[in-house]
């Protein structure tokens, strides 16, 4: 709760082999100066059952990180992560992907009310199962980072839905 570091004020990954599997957390008003103010991963991590959100009440079972408001936002990753039924909401980035090769899943999730949802700036991000709704832009590729989106709503954002080249739909 209200953590603060220079990377992941909640989680650090940053081990080679290292495997975070989160559940059942609560993590509220984490503020990474460098990025990732929830969740900084540069190895493998799953967040399940979870919110990535500022939402300061939440049941039993539920991840809450709370105004992660810097570079990262959210979950900063250049590693490998799977979200899966969890709701990231109220960050500047909801997810930002960067580094050398990155991947990431998203399933039966919700990403809403964060500046951008997903920012792939490197690497790969797959989306199923998902909504992807009122944020200030939803999808945003650059440099060589890709998204693939399969059985899932991506509408209602401010802005763009989807802005860059690397965006493709299955």
């Given at each position: ?5 220079l990377l992941g004020a909640g989680i650090f ?49 539920i991840l809450t990180l709370a105004e992660s ?102």
């Open positions: 709760r209200d953590g603060f570091a990954n940053d081990g080679a082999g290292a495997t975070v599997d989160v559940s059942g957390s609560t993590f509220v008003g984490n503020v990474g100066f460098a990025g990732g103010s929830g969740i900084y991963n540069r190895a493998a991590a799953t967040v399940s059952r979870s919110t990535v959100d500022q939402i300061s009440n939440v049941d039993p079972g408001s810097v570079t990262g936002g959210g979950i900063e990753n250049s590693g490998t992560l799977v979200i899966d039924r969890s709701s990231v909401a109220g960050n500047f980035n909801g997810i930002l992907q960067w580094g050398s090769g990155p991947v990431a899943t998203v399933s039966s999730s919700t990403l809403s009310g964060n500046s951008n949802a997903i920012n792939a700036q490197r690497g790969s991000v797959s989306v199923v199962f998902s909504t992807i709704t009122g944020n200030t832009t939803g999808i945003v590729t650059s440099g060589s980072g890709t998204a693939e989106v399969a059985a899932s709503i991506v509408a209602g954002n401010e802005g763009d839905d989807v802005a860059g080249p690397g965006f493709t739909s299955g």
